[in-house]
């Protein structure tokens, strides 16, 4: 009989306690809703886990750590990624999830938007607007520290993203949260010429691709993407109010990268010394452009199946 006492006193406080955080994320400002960042392991993954995205490494690390440094920020942290296939968009999201909730996507504070599965029909524009706009401000309401992850921004149905404007800039606090706590991740390919043209002008320069700033990229990029109407950004104000807090430029990855990325998932395996995959995989990939070969067309994308060819 105690212990069938004591599983009711178990499953009666979490469910109360449960509720009760519920209610207090909704009315208090200050809730937090597990958000529990850890800034140095996510500087670490990044510059241990990341390869050749040294633009990205620090953007993400000064933008994330500047916007929680201030526990009353003016507008949310908005980071745009841009570049090719495969070079660490992806890969960079999780890990920032992963280190503001522990629990990269499965939080249920975080939540991601793929285009081809949310929006795939491009004459349903107006239902999916008023869809989105409940979903956002639904979520923000529940916790004012969510985390919204758009992919594929290149297949985005013009207009749809045109809600999120009073989501994205210095307004006051709405919905019974401080909305201006939440990080929005736009990930696209757009840009992704004007990106790797300056990196083949370096390569062909005999420069270093450490030499390139972020300052050389962000005019171009939102050029790029002002000028681009099939971005999802078009049908909207976002580029043109600013309200995009930085454009974070991912290079094309050279071999040695590659490699780094192959010996680092059969390390996961297992299989450090697994050298002669390593090299195997590295000479299989394509590379452009075809006077040099210097940038693999697919980045790190098609590496678990090479590995699988090659073991």
Same mark, same amino acid.
């Given at each position: ?9 178990l499953? +009666? ?19 937090e809703?597990? *958000?529990?960042?850890n ?9 241990t886990n990341l390869? $050749?995205?040294?633009l990205?490494?620090d953007?993400? %690390?000064e ?5 929680l440094a ?17 070079? $660490? ?8 999830v %992963? ?7 499965g ?5 991601? +938007?793929i285009p ?7 004459e ?6 008023v ?18 992850? +758009? ?5 985005m149905?013009a ?5 999120l404007?009073?989501f ?11 909305? /201006? ?28 691709r ?27 104000s ?5 309200l995009?807090?930085? *454009? ?6 050279? /071999?040695r990268?590659?490699e /780094? ?12 010394g697994r ?6 995989? $590295? ?8 006077? $040099?070969?210097?940038? %693999? ?11 699988n +060819?090659?073991?």
């Amino acid at each position: 009989m105690l212990l069938v006492w004591a599983v009711f006193y178990l499953l +009666f406080f979490n469910t109360v306690h449960g509720v009760f955080k519920e209610l207090y994320c909704t009315i208090a400002d200050t809730c937090e809703c597990d *958000f529990k960042p850890n800034i140095r392991d996510l500087e670490w993954d990044l510059y241990t886990n990341l390869y $050749g995205q040294h633009l990205a490494q620090d953007i993400v %690390s000064e933008e994330v750590k500047t916007f929680l440094a201030n526990k009353n920020p003016d507008r949310p942290l908005v980071l745009s990624l841009h570049g090719g296939s495969g070079t $660490g968009k992806t890969l960079l999201s999780a890990m920032l999830v %992963s280190h503001l909730y522990g629990a990269a996507m499965g939080s249920s504070y975080v939540h991601q +938007f793929i285009p081809t599965l949310h929006f795939p029909a491009r004459e349903r524009v107006n239902e999916y607007r008023v869809e989105l706009k409940a979903w956002v401000e639904g979520n923000l309401t529940a916790c004012a520290r969510s985390v919204f992850i +758009f992919e594929e921004m290149e297949r985005m149905p013009a207009g749809v993203l045109g809600v999120l404007e009073p989501f994205l800039g210095p307004s006051h606090v709405v919905f019974q949260t401080n909305y /201006r706590k939440a990080i929005y991740l736009f990930l696209s390919t757009t840009g992704e010429k004007v990106i790797n043209r300056l990196a083949l002008e370096y390569r062909q320069e005999g420069r270093d691709r450490e030499e390139i700033k972020a300052s050389d990229l962000q005019d171009a990029i939102s050029q790029a993407v002002s000028k681009n109407n099939s971005s999802g950004f078009s049908g909207s104000s976002i580029i043109e109010d600013g309200l995009v807090t930085r *454009f974070v430029p991912f290079l094309p990855l050279c /071999r040695r990268h590659v490699e /780094r990325c192959t010996h680092h998932q059969l390390c996961q395996q297992g299989m450090c010394g697994r050298r002669d995959v390593v090299e195997a995989v $590295g000479g299989d990939m394509h590379y452009t452009p075809s006077q $040099g070969q210097y940038f %693999s067309t697919t980045g790190c994308k098609a590496v678990p199946a090479k590995i699988n +060819f090659f073991l």
